[in-house]
């Protein structure tokens, strides 16, 4: 079994196509189509409450001398 993201992240719509999909715009290097079914898509809030959540964790190293 081979477990995916659904959702990776944020994408600008660009404007709607037909009822049910809309043009994105994707990275340049993601190889694929740039109009999804609405099924595909779901609705962005920011988190205003926690903005460090939406920033990338590091590990704290700790160094100490031997």
Known sequence: MVLVKKYIRPLPI???VGKVAYKVKL???WKIHNVLHVSQ???YHADMEDASRNQPSRPQLELTKK
Request: net charge positive.
């Open 41 to 43: 898509l779901k609705p």
């Open 27 to 29: 990275p340049s290097w």
């Open 14 to 16: 660009i404007k709607r």
